[in-house]
């Protein structure tokens, strides 16, 4: 059951890194708004903020469609129930994720390859596989815990 959570978890999150990515391919100027240039020299950081929100929109949207339905909720109270139940989840899948693609980029491929990988690249799809079990790793606990607490319903 925990693991079904956190797969659940980190489906709607990683359809919203997959989308914030390729929007920032199409739109270079998301990234500006979200840092790059300014707050962050290095675009991958105003990268990972909008990667998070829109991570976190899908999460709760997956989230929402399994709990409203389950409970008979309305839907304000659907959304509450979604936050709710995988606001922490999704914050700690991302963290992971995050991290492992951390160390992929800056301590694997800028050192071999004098940069990191692009999101146009099969490098950068092969190092957020293997992030992605960064952050099955970093919500497994969480996800144990709010199933644990009731907050989150068994799958």
Known sequence: MVGKGASHCGAGCTLGDLVAEWIIVVAPAVAVAFGWGSLFQEKTFADWIFDFLLAFLFGVAFQY?????????SVKEGILQALKADA?????????MYGVMALIQFALWRPLYGAIAQPTSPEFWFAMQIAMLGGFATAYPVNALLLKAGVKEAM
Do not use: E, H, N, V
């Not at 922490?88 to 992971?96: E, F, P, R, T, V």
């Open 88 to 96: 922490a989840s999704i914050s700690a899948w991302q963290i992971g």
């Open 65 to 73: 469609f399994t709990i409203k339905p389950m409970r008979d909720l």
